[in-house]
């Protein structure tokens, strides 16, 4: 019997397996966020999720990019459906008063610092390993292959190009969509779309200014290269003030200027750190090029002894869900959680490696382009949302915790069952 997302039988079985997996993928969440590990560190946890998807009988390899885990479920003809979930955890300490709450610690080369799942990427991958127990239990109802992903590294935008660059195409399957979701602070048991540009571009960038460091009383013989940074600082916020048009929503933010070491003593050096987001790919590179030009000035207006340097930390391209794509999920979403339980995504300044997956010329693979979605699912307990201030998702959510803070908890049991049967709709939306 061939079943559609509309049928409401589907969505009872989508629900009865769900429940069947339930209680083993939530303790499956609560390990992973216990032990958080960082990006292209993340060992245990993907020998953890390996394990769970080959316990479901899955066809899994490991050490895919690095960390990276690649699952199939392969059950006749039919489209190729891949569903990306992330694992890594960033080093922030984690204060959610939680029983399974991390207590770990790592080493990194700026010392020992706290790990916690503050983006919700262990609910992520969880979800994935739930939607994979959901559909093996499901294989009478649809035809084709389910490519599961669980990714490292997306904190630092540098999982997906590796796991491309590992051939995961070639080596696996070319997926025809692919999809994948985050959790946000909206009302936890609904989901979010938005077509078209939804998430933005972001490039991390490193420069060193030289100068030609001295006695702090004899400044004429030296080059201050704190003075040449502090005119750079200033003079970088001309850029979205005079050459974006007022039209386009372009950040550039210098989160890390580092310079000297007392107040006698003029540096050698100034480190700066610069983040740029934009939603146009062409008018983020045009901003990046202006950062560059503006520095380079700078510099010789400064009388530096030397060019500075620039240093790409890591980047990623601007999220555009396919819009034909981004309905059909919406409406098999609709058919399962009901309209009521959808909400508009606003645009989000935040950014992801996701979208290097669908698009043939940045993420490095050939052919065309592959359409894919991006969803949201909502993480606020229902009482606490009905407590917050504020009309609307956009409003309200001005006012809860965001991923990244150390308060942020997503992995109630409502969203994770929502991230489960998301997961589980939108693969049957294009296999049932």
């Known amino acids: 019997m061939t079943m559609h997302a509309q049928d409401p039988d589907l969505k009872e079985a989508i629900g009865a397996q769900t429940d069947a997996a339930f209680e083993t993928v939530q303790a499956l969440y609560r390990q992973l966020h216990q032990y958080p590990e960082l990006p292209f560190q993340e060992h245990a946890t993907s020998a953890r999720l390996a394990e769970a998807l080959e316990q479901l009988g899955l066809e899994v390899t490991r050490g895919v990019g690095g960390t990276g885990v690649v699952a199939l479920l392969r059950n006749g003809e039919g489209p190729t459906v891949m569903l990306r979930g992330d694992m890594d955890a960033l080093p922030i300490k984690e204060e959610t008063g939680l029983d399974y709450a991390s207590t770990r610690t790592a080493e990194t080369e700026n010392g020992t610092v706290p790990l916690m799942h503050a983006c919700g990427h262990d609910l992520h991958s969880s979800c994935v390993v739930g939607t994979a127990a959901v559909m093996a239990g499901l294989k009478e109802h649809w035809s084709g292959t389910l490519m599961l992903i669980c990714q490292p590294a997306e904190e630092i935008f540098g999982g997906a190009r590796a796991m491309l660059d590992d051939g995961l195409y070639e080596r696996f399957a070319r997926p025809d969509v692919i999809l994948g979701q985050h959790n946000m602070p909206a009302l936890a048991g609904t989901v979010g779309h938005r077509a078209g540009g939804t998430m933005a571009a972001c490039t991390n960038l490193s420069v060193m200014i030289h100068g030609a460091g001295g006695h702090g009383s004899m400044p004429a013989q030296t080059v201050d290269p704190v003075v040449i940074a502090a005119h750079v600082v200033t003079r970088l916020q001309t850029i979205v003030s005079r050459e974006v048009p007022p039209e386009e929503t372009v ?22 750190e610069i983040n740029i987001r934009s939603f146009d790919d062409a008018l983020h590179r045009q901003v990046v090029a202006s950062i560059e030009r503006i520095i380079q000035a700078e510099c010789e207006a400064g009388r530096s002894p030397k060019p500075p340097e620039f240093r790409v930390l890591n980047e990623t391209i601007a999220l555009h869900n396919d819009a034909t794509a981004v309905e059909h999920v919406r409406s098999a979403h609709g058919a399962h959680f009901g309209e009521a339980n959808l909400y508009a995504m606003p645009r989000l300044n935040g950014s992801e490696d996701f979208p290097f997956f669908g698009s043939a010329e940045a993420g490095g693979f050939g052919g065309e382009d592959i359409p894919y979605v991006y969803w949201f699912i909502g993480a606020t307990p229902e009482e606490r949302w009905q407590a917050t201030p504020g009309n609307g998702v956009a409003e309200k959510m001005r006012h809860l915790e965001m991923p990244h803070s150390p308060y942020y908890f997503p992995g109630n049991e409502v969203t994770l069952r929502t991230g489960i049967e998301a997961m589980a709709a939108g693969a049957l939306a294009y296999l049932g």
């Open 251 to 272: 950040v550039v933010t210098v989160g890390k200027l580092h310079a000297g070491t007392q107040a006698n003593i003029i540096p050698h050096s100034a480190e700066l």
